[in-house]
């Protein structure tokens, strides 16, 4: 499924970019895929055997009249094809893609109080700095850390908090004895 995913991803995504429609569709991809995922009813129509394809595809051109062309003509093809369920991977696979081509990266932000926006946009503004990508913030509170932060870009964490030095200590003390 993850294969099928990436393929389908790819090709909307080839298409989106030739015609100039990149951020269009990644917008209109991702609040179809956010409306299966809050309406139980309208994921099941989707996904289920029950209906037929055609009936499929009259809800659909109802739910997304006005729609972007190539994203309408997609989903009509993963109906079609009867790969509708993947459409939450291919969205995942779908949004990399869109921000690898606009040089974006995703960065967490833990902390043990929440922070300052000023201090979370600073945080922001080094990580640009270091990386030259756009950064997409998230900032999380987890008292657990009892202090400092925990960084996430990307797939790589930098874990400054009190805890994991407590933790280093602690070990070094073990090992020391």
Do not use: C
């Not at 909307?12 to 809050?38: I, N, R, T, Y």
């Not at 109802?62 to 972007?68: H, I, L, Y």
């Not at 902390?111 to 000023?118: Q, R, Y």
């Amino acid at each position: 499924m993850e294969e099928l995913a990436r393929v389908y991803a790819e090709s909307l995504f080839g298409v989106a970019k030739e015609k100039g429609e990149l951020d269009e569709v990644q917008a209109q991809l991702a609040q179809f895929s956010d409306a299966l995922e809050g309406n139980r009813e309208l994921a099941v129509f989707f996904f289920s055997p029950s209906f037929s394809s055609q009936e499929k595809l009259d809800g659909l051109h109802k739910a997304v009249e006005g729609a972007n062309p190539e994203v309408r003509n997609f989903l009509e093809l993963l109906i079609e094809k009867h790969r509708m369920p993947a459409i939450f991977r291919i969205r995942q696979n779908f949004d990399e893609l869109w921000k690898k081509e606009n040089d974006r990266i995703e960065v967490t932000v833990t902390s043990a109080v929440e922070l300052d926006p000023a201090v979370a946009q600073e945080v922001a503004s080094a990580v640009e700095k270091q990386t030259g990508k756009q950064v997409d913030l998230t900032s999380q509170v987890d008292e657990k850390i009892i202090g400092g932060l925990v960084l996430q870009v990307g797939n790589m964490v930098l874990d400054s908090s009190i805890r994991n030095n407590l933790e280093k200590l602690r070990q070094s003390v073990a090992q020391a004895a």
